[in-house]
Every structure is written in C-alpha cells, then in structure tokens.
C-alpha cells in the first residue's frame, strides 16, 4: 500500500520545531506498525502510541494527544461511535479518520462529526503525510534543513495569516478555507511557535514587519 519512495532518506519530511505525541488506533497490527513507521521516519519529533481497541486507547492514562488516527471499523465498535467516543475522552485533540471504508456519506459525516480529516486505506501514504502536516500546521523540509530562513511559514499558514490579519476567528477562517476547526488553530499555534509571539496581534505585526504579508 505504501510505496517505496515514501520512506526515501531524501523525500524525508521534518517537524523538529514540533514535538507531537500521536495516537493511532487500528485493529490491525500490521497496519499500525506501517502507520508508525512512516510517520516517525517523515516527522522528527514524532511520539507514537499504538491501541488496538478503543478501550485500550481509552485506558491511556495521558492528556491530549496532539493527534489521533482512527480507523472507525474497529472489532469492539460500529462505524463512527468509536469517534465519537474519542471525541468526548479527548475533545481538543484532532481526529483524522484513516479507514478501508472510502463511501462519500462516512466521509462526510465524519467531517461534519468534526474529524480533521479523511485518508482512505486505499490511498498513496504520500496523501496522509499532507493531511497530518496541514493539519499539524508542519512545513515540509527536507530532514535535518530545518525552516527555510526566507519563507519560514508554509503556504497554508500564510494564508491562515492572512485571514488573521482580516480579523477573523479561527470559525471563519475554517469555513472561508474548508478545513476543521481543530486544524486552523494547530496551524496558529504553529505560527505562534515559529514567529516568536503569543497572540494573534502579535503574529500580523511580526510578520508585516518582516515582510511575509502586506
């Protein structure tokens, strides 16, 4: 499923200005084990925990996961109460839905349930590395280059900026931009963490002096 360039040294991706603690959970053993190793081998910084039922991700004694990927057709549990489940254990962490089940109305009310995202099984692992960095709010750089110093923030949270710099909520811009919620304010704290600044006046005024919005 996954093809061999994905896990190439030089198309490596690197998130060293983001430790994340992800949690997969996948009734599939060999699956998790695949999800695992491309995410730790793209992403520096990455910590995974693996649950192979949703009790078991349940029972996990830590605080917010910065991401959980979810297959909703788990033995123990029907279609999306599984997420649903997750959600109210963990309601600020995004859920992205990776699952064998590629019908457009699971997708759609996973979405409208509030996931993330939506990777199908079938899809080229290439897909779920740009969905886990949008909605992280990651740049992808080559390993171990670190953020350009000319254009540190991606395209996406320029725009997000930009969308800031307009005075709109986290609610607009996810709706002006179709992404979730969860996913615009991972992509403002990432902008937070990369300009040096703690607030959203902050952020605009930075990056107008510096040039990277007018």
Known sequence: ????????????LSASSLASHVLIVDDHGLFRSG????????????????????????????SDPDLI????????????????????????????????????????????????GYVSKSSGGRIL???VADVLGVSAEPANTGLSAK????????????????????KRIAKQVNLS???VRGHVQSIFKILGVNSRSAAV????RTGLIR
């Not at 109460?81 to 109305?105: G, M, N, T």
């Not at 005024?205 to 107008?208: D, E, L, T, V």
């Open 1 to 12: 499923m996954w093809g061999k360039a994905l896990v190439s040294r030089s198309d490596r």
């Open 35 to 62: 999800l695992r190793l491309i995410l730790e081998s793209h992403f520096a910084g990455f910590s995974v925990t693996e649950a192979e039922t949703l009790n078991e991700a349940l029972a996990i004694g830590f």
């Open 69 to 116: 990927l979810l297959d909703v057709i788990l033995n123990e549990a029907n279609g999306l109460d599984s997420f649903q489940e997750l959600r109210a254990r963990w309601p600020l962490s995004p859920v992205i839905v990776v699952s064998a089940d590629d019908r457009p109305e699971t997708k759609d009310r996973a979405l409208a349930l509030g996931a993330a």
């Open 129 to 131: 590395l740009d969905v």
């Open 151 to 170: 254009q540190p923030l991606s395209a996406r949270q320029l725009q997000v900026l930009n969308l800031m710099r307009q005075g709109l909520s986290n």
């Open 181 to 183: 919620e969860f996913t």
């Open 205 to 208: 005024f930075n990056a107008q």
